[in-house]
T-cell receptor, first 109, second 113 residues
Framework: AQRVTQPEKLLSVFKGAPVELKCNYS??????LFWYVQYSRQRLQLLLR??SRESIKGFTADLNKGETSFHLKKPFAQEEDSAMYYC???????????FGEGTQLTVNP | DVKVTQSSRYLVKRTGEKVFLECVQD?????MFWYRQDPGLGLRLIYF???????EKGDIPEGYSVSREKKERFSLILESASTNQTSMYLC????????????FGPGTRLTVT
């Protein structure tokens, strides 16, 4: 069975500092990886997925199959990045998502 | 713009009551999902449905059931609510099985006393 682990429940950085939210997964095949974000009092929404390989709101994430990781990075954090971030995996197109425990990011002024 | 709505934002029920949580989506999506969101545990899938009248168990189906009589509506039922079902419940929809994005509702905060 697949599993997603986000080792940091809470992460606090200062504005302008780099930020990295860690995500590790266990799955023997070739999964699809996603990051979802939930801002305060807003719905959970898709931030990015590994297949697109694009930068969204300054965030990027690279799938490292050797280390089975999909860390989310941003070089200069902004206060508006404060939110709950979830890493998610699906085994193949059509299957359900498996979410990690979530990381609450706080960007301090 | 996809809209997923949930019948209540906040709900307080007593132990043993039968509870219905309703979810409606307006984009003709085939797939719908019910999750629990708990601090430190993330999102856990309760049930999902690939189409009308179809349902499949997720990771934590015990104590819950679902109903999908119409494509746009997916109901979560707590047959006899218990205090350990106090949680935030999120509904989501997905256009097709191979679509990559899920669209979430605003959530229902259920408290069972």
């Amino acid at each position: 069975a697949q599993r997603v682990t986000q080792p940091e429940k809470l992460l606090s950085v200062f504005k302008g500092a780099p930020v990295e939210l860690k995500c590790n997964y266990s799955y023997s095949g070739s999964p699809e990886l996603f990051w979802y974000v939930q801002y305060s009092r807003q719905r959970l929404q898709l931030l990015l997925r590994h297949i697109s390989r694009e930068s969204i709101k300054g965030f990027t994430a690279d799938l490292n199959k050797g280390e089975t990781s999909f860390h989310l990075k941003k070089p200069f954090a902004q206060e508006e990045d404060s939110a709950m971030y979830y890493c998610a995996l699906r085994r193949s197109s059509g299957s359900r998502l498996t979410f990690g425990e979530g990381t609450q990011l706080t960007v301090n002024p | 713009d996809v809209k997923v709505t949930q019948s209540s934002r906040y709900l307080v029920k007593r132990t043993g009551e039968k509870v219905f949580l309703e979810c409606v989506q307006d984009m003709d999506h085939e797939n719908m999902f019910w999750y629990r969101q708990d601090p430190g545990l993330g999102l856990r899938l309760i049930y999902f449905s690939y189409d009308v009248k179809m349902k499949e168990k997720g990771d934590i189906p015990e104590g819950y059931s679902v109903s999908r009589e119409k494509k746009e509506r997916f109901s979560l039922i707590l047959e006899s609510a218990s205090t350990n079902q106090t949680s935030m419940y999120l509904c989501a929809s997905r256009e097709l099985a191979d679509s990559y994005e899920q669209y979430f509702g605003p959530g229902t905060r259920l408290t069972v006393t």
